[in-house]
């Protein structure tokens, strides 16, 4: 049916949980999306599966907005936003000759990394944490440089919105503005310089769509079912699952 992968039905089902992961995750389930990260690595390989995610990722994004899009926080988007184009700026250059192998154990470290300090926040509930210039730019640039190379960025927006404290609603409507401009954003570099969105890419992304939009209705119902105080405890628990299920993906 394909020939961008073994169009076998164990491919074609994992390829379909990744999508309705990519669902669940834009409706506010953050931090399962780095699982959908790994299963498209490992059906179409690392850096091509970022040409058939993004596409998806943006039309996830623009049904984020449309249902969040009264929750955005705009202080933090306009502090967020330079930051993360800068980085993905970056990440366009250094991704295009980057070795996959190396390129997957960097992830691994960063992910692991982002992890231990949001279990950090939310153990250190008195950690006060620098509300100032020095602080997003890091986390921007990061946010940015994770999101070309892997659509990984979402750990560290989370580490970002957590940190600020921000309420359940106001941390996926916020984060669901970055997210649709940045990943438009990067459309065309990986459209005519990596040269990994293609016309069979897209056909591919064809017969997932309906599948992410399943996901992304079951993902509202359960985010409509967790409360403020325990959203933050999903968010670290469902990065923690992602992180190793990047750590150990061979």
């Not at 394909?2 to 992961?21: C, E, K, P, Q, R």
């Not at 982002?114 to 100032?132: G, H, Q, S, Y």
């Not at 890091?138 to 070309?148: C, E």
């Not at 960025?153 to 600020?164: D, K, N």
Request: glycine fraction near 8%.
């Amino acid at each position: 049916m394909n020939g961008l992968f073994d169009g076998s039905t164990l491919n074609w089902i994992l390829v379909f949980v990744a999508a309705f992961i990519i669902g669940l995750s834009k409706a506010g389930l953050k931090g399962i999306d780095m699982m959908n990260v790994t299963i498209m690595a490992i059906v179409f390989g690392g850096k091509a599966s970022t040409g058939v995610v993004l596409p998806l990722l943006c039309t996830a994004d623009i049904m984020a907005v449309k249902y969040y899009h009264r929750h955005a926080q705009w202080k933090h988007f306009r502090r967020l936003i330079p930051w993360m184009a800068a980085g993905i700026l970056v990440g366009v250059y250094v991704g295009k000759d980057i070795d996959e192998a190396v390129f997957r154990k960097i992830m691994a470290v960063i992910i692991m990394l982002t992890v231990a300090i949001m279990l950090l926040l939310e153990f250190k509930k008195n950690l006060v944490i620098p509300d100032n210039k020095f602080f997003v730019a890091n986390m921007g640039l990061a946010s940015g440089f994770t999101t070309m190379l892997g659509n990984l960025a979402g750990a560290f927006s989370s580490i970002y919105f957590l940190a600020m404290r921000l309420p359940k609603n106001d941390f996926i409507g916020t984060a669901a503005w970055v997210f649709m401009v940045m990943n438009l954003f990067k459309l065309p570099f990986q459209v005519f310089y990596w040269n990994n969105i293609t016309m069979e890419t897209l056909k591919t992304d064809l017969y997932l769509v309906p599948v992410l939009i399943a996901g992304f209705w079951a993902g509202l119902k359960i985010v409509a079912k967790i409360h403020d105080d325990n959203y933050r405890k999903v968010v670290i628990v469902l990065t923690l699952i992602g992180a190793v299920f990047i750590f150990f993906k061979r």
